[in-house]
């Protein structure tokens, strides 16, 4: 088998919220068809989005199940934590130390869906 493309879709009730959001995370574009986005880093797609009117929110960590979560490493958690909080990010479970050699942080974007901000 060959794949040629690999693309991490998200459902979600509101396109323009869930791709704005990750535009702005991942420093990309939008590319918008009427029920379906896509967000593009240097001219290639890294996710996208389908419409999903009937899409419900996760909640983390108990509730509805997680669907599917990103690990995302940075080189500076507290910058990146400002930058994903400005973007519409919420902060679901900190750190217990920010200063740690490594770690992670867990948010949820527009939709609910939860990610993690690594180092």
Same mark, same amino acid.
């Given at each position: 088998m060959e794949i040629t493309r690999q693309t991490v879709v998200f459902d979600t009730a509101d396109l323009a919220a869930e791709s704005g959001f990750w535009s702005k995370l991942l420093g990309g574009t939008v590319d918008a068809d009427d029920d379906w986005h896509?967000?593009?880093?240097?001219?290639?797609?890294?996710v996208a989005f389908q419409l999903a009117p009937n899409h419900v929110k996760p909640e983390w960590p108990d509730g509805q199940p997680q669907?599917?979560?990103?690990? =995302?490493?940075?080189?500076d958690?507290?910058?990146?934590? *400002? +930058?994903?909080?400005?973007?519409? #990010?919420? =902060?679901?479970?900190?750190?217990?130390?920010?200063?740690? *050699? +490594?770690?992670?942080?867990?948010? #949820?974007?527009?939709?609910?869906?939860?990610f993690c901000l690594c180092w």
């Open positions: 896509t967000v593009l880093v240097d001219g290639e797609p890294r669907q599917v979560h990103l690990d =995302l490493y940075v080189t958690i507290r910058s990146a934590h *400002e +930058e994903a909080v400005a973007a519409g #990010a919420t =902060l679901l479970k900190p750190a217990d130390d920010l200063d740690a *050699e +490594e770690g992670f942080q867990v948010y #949820a974007d527009p939709s609910g869906h939860p």
